[in-house]
């Protein structure tokens, strides 16, 4: 059962209370008799922070000051919180800052120096001081003990608990301080946090930098799922007075142990200095991410690598809403082999894998072992994946990992190696194994025949001359060749593919060798344009189609009479800059329930808002694709009678 916010226990307690609406809306905090306006971001967060220091602290209502006023400070200023000793609130016990979320590391820092300015013996004259910055926080022992200047060996796990003694550590199993599943507002501002952390100014290449969020993700799972007795405390976290030098031994620690479980995932030793590694921790440290949700972990983490892989990585993603329909329109099962062999960042075999795990609530309950196991065989034995890019490898893994696994048979090869190269990898791997391929190949690239010499292996690496020779190419495109290796890989049959191409593959008239190939290859199914901007948000400008197609068997023959569907959407669900498109179709609210239909031109989606009683703050619960919806239901239509068709 979800804890219920210690805001909504103040206020249903008496302590605090909400006047006016909308921009005009303020709290007042009773037993201090102030006020102020809640809109503000900062106000929310010592709003929040205010009722925990009642509710989880066991400090009194009546001895938290809030806006208190520093003595000798030109021009005025004021303090957020202070925690007094006395019901007077005269002798000042700890001075806490209270800033917005979404603040750098820079701000965070300068926060910290205003908390220090404030808690000197010569102003509010404190024994702690501290910052909270939503799920980031810091607090440092001023007491005498330490110079005024200290700002390493004093900080302490946490602020005391009625003026007790601090902790060794905060979060200790079972305790009443343990690690929390968090919503999905909660884990993305943590996300945005680490990664403004890890690649603040280009610090860090956008793979290196998620290539070390995910080895410190990789800990901090690791050791959630550790084995230790109740009342133990976790090691990833800040323990009191530990100079970052011995935190950053003991995460390295935890990673080297599991690293060496592991070899294929991460090779490399953590790479990021002792300051930045202890910034992270404190971004992280109090959620738990193996109990939070896995859509909510799925929809976190997507957004970190949409605002990463763009650019000169942009080749690395694609964007959701093409991924989810190619996956509606092919529809995997538990029973399916799946393959992307150019998986980039993990997109189609995660969205694979969500759909099989909702299959299986189709024919299990949740939280049974029988649901655990219709989904997780899926992943550990019928999900596969290749990257050229060995980092590139190594974060579509970690993607799996974070989404409960499913990376055991992703690997780094060619995937236009020989078939016998690939297999030495991984026997998993052969000719006429896949039920369903799902890519987004490599455009525009060429495989030199100097650098390759597997391309004279490829029907499309050669020519065939007037007289009807067949010789080798000098070079081919890179998303021509991957169209005979998903032939390789893919049943007779009833093998099918959702492929990625350029739309040059398809009008060209220099390609109609290719076309010649696709048609005799494979059985056309659909093909459906995308927009001319459907890549522009990641740096690629080039107009694609996804293509649908059927792997044919060795004795069929074409028909010239196999109808096909097609359709050009023009609304997708984003535009050229990442924004969404959608339309409102319906919106319906309920008390504190709502219900939105939004629509594109692939499917339309459903979303569910609950209403927290006392803020009227809503929260979106996982977005859900409305089946057939949008050209899903067109499909659907079209292969119950298959006619010729174009939306």
Same mark, same amino acid.
């Given at each position: 059962?979800?804890?219920?916010?210690?805001?909504?226990?103040?206020?249903?307690?008496?302590?605090?209370?909400?006047?006016?609406?909308?921009?005009?809306?303020?709290?007042?905090?009773?037993?201090?008799?102030?006020?102020?306006?809640?809109?503000?971001?900062?106000?929310?967060?010592?709003?929040?922070?205010?009722?925990?220091?009642?509710?989880?602290?066991?400090?009194?209502?009546?001895?938290?000051?809030?806006?208190?006023?520093?003595?000798?400070?030109?021009?005025?200023?004021?303090?957020?919180?202070?925690?007094?000793?006395?019901?007077?609130?005269?002798?000042?016990?700890?001075?806490?800052?209270?800033?917005?979320?979404?603040?750098?590391?820079?701000?965070?820092?300068?926060?910290?120096?205003?908390?220090?300015?404030?808690?000197?013996?010569?102003?509010?004259?404190?024994?702690?001081?501290?910052?909270?910055?939503?799920?980031?926080?810091?607090?440092?022992?001023?007491?005498?003990?330490?110079?005024?200047?200290?700002?390493?060996?004093?900080?302490?796990?946490?602020?005391?608990?009625?003026?007790?003694?601090? #902790? &060794?550590? %905060?979060?200790? /199993? @079972?305790? *009443?301080?343990?690690?929390?599943?968090?919503?999905? $507002?909660?884990?993305?501002?943590?996300?945005?946090?680490?990664?403004?952390?890890?690649?603040?100014?280009?610090?860090?290449?956008?793979?290196?930098?998620?290539?070390?969020?995910?080895?410190?993700?990789?800990?901090?799972?690791?050791? #959630? &799922?550790? %084995?230790?007795? /109740? @009342?133990? *405390?976790?090691?990833?976290?800040?323990?009191?007075? $530990?100079?970052?030098?011995?935190?950053?031994?003991?995460?390295?620690?935890?990673?080297?142990?599991?690293?060496?479980?592991?070899?294929?995932?991460?090779?490399?030793?953590?790479?990021?200095?002792?300051?930045?590694?202890?910034?992270?921790?404190?971004?992280?440290?109090?959620?738990?991410?193996?109990?939070?949700?896995?859509?909510?972990?799925?929809?976190?983490?997507?957004?970190?690598?949409?605002?990463?892989?763009?650019?000169?990585?942009?080749?690395?993603?694609?964007?959701?809403?093409?991924?989810?329909?190619?996956?509606?329109?092919?529809?995997?099962?538990?029973?399916?082999?799946?393959?992307?062999?150019?998986?980039?960042?993990?997109?189609?075999?995660?969205?694979?894998?969500?759909?099989?795990?909702?299959?299986?609530?189709?024919?299990?309950?949740?939280?049974?072992?029988?649901?655990?196991?219709?989904?997780?065989?899926?992943?550990?034995?019928?999900?596969?994946?290749?990257?050229?890019?060995?980092?590139?490898?190594?974060?579509?893994?970690?993607?799996?990992?974070?989404?409960?696994?499913?990376?055991?048979?992703?690997?780094?090869?060619?995937?236009?190696?020989?078939?016998?190269?690939?297999?030495?990898?991984?026997?998993?791997?052969?000719?006429?194994?896949?039920?369903?391929?799902?890519?987004?190949?490599?455009?525009?690239?060429?495989?030199?025949?100097?650098?390759?010499?597997?391309?004279?292996?490829?029907?499309?690496?050669?020519?065939?001359?007037?007289?009807?020779?067949?010789?080798?190419?000098?070079?081919?495109?890179?998303?021509?060749?991957?169209?005979?290796?998903?032939?390789?890989?893919?049943?007779?049959?009833?093998?099918?593919?959702?492929?990625?191409?350029?739309?040059?593959?398809?009008?060209?008239?220099?390609?109609?060798?290719?076309?010649?190939?696709?048609?005799?290859?494979?059985?056309?199914?659909?093909?459906?344009?995308?927009?001319?901007?459907?890549?522009?948000?990641?740096?690629?400008?080039?107009?694609?189609?996804?293509?649908?197609?059927?792997?044919?068997?060795?004795?069929?023959?074409?028909?010239?009479?196999?109808?096909?569907?097609?359709?050009?959407?023009?609304?997708?669900?984003?535009?050229?800059?990442?924004?969404?498109?959608?339309?409102?179709?319906?919106?319906?609210?309920?008390?504190?329930?709502?219900?939105?239909?939004?629509?594109?031109?692939?499917?339309?989606?459903?979303?569910?808002?609950?209403?927290?009683?006392?803020?009227?703050?809503?929260?979106?619960?996982?977005?859900?694709?409305?089946?057939?919806?949008?050209?899903?239901?067109?499909?659907?239509?079209?292969?119950?009678?298959?006619?010729?068709?174009?939306?």
């Amino acid at each position: 059962m979800q804890q219920e916010p210690y805001l909504d226990q103040a206020i249903r307690d008496g302590h605090a209370k909400f006047t006016g609406e909308g921009k005009t809306q303020r709290i007042v905090y009773i037993a201090v008799n102030h006020s102020e306006r809640y809109s503000d971001p900062e106000e929310k967060v010592r709003a929040e922070y205010w009722a925990e220091l009642i509710h989880r602290y066991n400090y009194e209502p009546g001895r938290i000051g809030v806006e208190i006023t520093v003595p000798d400070r030109t021009p005025k200023d004021a303090a957020d919180l202070v925690v007094f000793h006395d019901d007077a609130r005269t002798r000042p016990y700890a001075v806490i800052e209270c800033k917005r979320d979404d603040i750098s590391d820079a701000e965070f820092a300068q926060a910290v120096e205003q908390a220090c300015g404030n808690g000197t013996w010569a102003k509010l004259r404190a024994n702690y001081v501290g910052v909270v910055a939503g799920g980031t926080r810091r607090f440092l022992d001023f007491s005498d003990k330490y110079g005024v200047l200290e700002r390493e060996e004093n900080i302490v796990a946490d602020l005391t608990i009625q003026y007790g003694k601090p #902790e &060794k550590f %905060k979060y200790h /199993k @079972g305790g *009443p301080f343990d690690i929390k599943p968090v919503k999905r $507002e909660v884990l993305i501002a943590a996300i945005k946090k680490c990664h403004q952390t890890l690649w603040g100014g280009g610090r860090l290449s956008p793979p290196a930098a998620f290539g070390e969020l995910c080895k410190i993700i990789f800990v901090k799972i690791s050791d #959630e &799922k550790a %084995k230790r007795k /109740k @009342g133990e *405390p976790y090691q990833f976290q800040i323990k009191s007075n $530990e100079p970052r030098q011995k935190l950053a031994e003991r995460i390295k620690v935890i990673y080297d142990k599991e690293k060496n479980k592991d070899p294929d995932v991460f090779t490399e030793t953590i790479k990021i200095d002792e300051g930045m590694l202890s910034t992270i921790v404190s971004h992280l440290e109090s959620i738990n991410l193996s109990a939070t949700e896995l859509d909510t972990k799925g929809l976190a983490f997507e957004q970190f690598m949409d605002n990463f892989f763009k650019g000169d990585f942009g080749q690395y993603f694609t964007p959701r809403p093409i991924i989810d329909f190619a996956v509606q329109m092919l529809k995997p099962t538990d029973e399916d082999l799946v393959l992307d062999p150019a998986c980039g960042s993990g997109g189609f075999l995660l969205h694979a894998l969500d759909a099989v795990r909702k299959e299986a609530s189709d024919y299990n309950k949740p939280d049974t072992p029988e649901h655990f196991k219709h989904w997780h065989d899926f992943a550990q034995k019928r999900l596969f994946g290749i990257e050229i890019n060995e980092e590139i490898a190594r974060v579509a893994k970690m993607n799996m990992i974070l989404h409960d696994d499913g990376h055991t048979n992703v690997i780094s090869a060619d995937a236009l190696d020989s078939m016998q190269q690939i297999r030495k990898l991984n026997p998993g791997f052969g000719e006429g194994r896949f039920d369903l391929v799902l890519t987004n190949p490599p455009f525009g690239a060429q495989v030199k025949a100097t650098e390759r010499p597997y391309l004279g292996d490829y029907d499309l690496g050669n020519q065939t001359s007037k007289s009807g020779k067949s010789k080798p190419r000098n070079n081919q495109k890179t998303e021509i060749l991957f169209l005979e290796r998903i032939w390789h890989f893919l049943k007779p049959g009833t093998g099918q593919a959702a492929v990625v191409l350029p739309d040059g593959i398809l009008t060209n008239s220099s390609l109609q060798y290719v076309r010649d190939f696709l048609l005799e290859r494979f059985q056309l199914l659909a093909v459906v344009s995308l927009p001319q901007t459907a890549f522009a948000h990641y740096g690629a400008g080039v107009k694609a189609s996804l293509v649908f197609i059927r792997k044919r068997t060795e004795d069929e023959t074409p028909d010239d009479n196999e109808a096909i569907f097609m359709a050009a959407p023009e609304n997708i669900g984003y535009d050229a800059s990442g924004r969404d498109t959608f339309r409102q179709i319906k919106s319906e609210e309920s008390g504190n329930k709502k219900e939105d239909l939004l629509g594109w031109d692939f499917f339309d989606v459903q979303v569910l808002s609950e209403r927290d009683s006392i803020t009227g703050e809503w929260t979106e619960k996982p977005r859900e694709i409305v089946p057939d919806s949008g050209l899903l239901a067109e499909w659907s239509k079209f292969k119950a009678d298959p006619a010729p068709f174009f939306v």
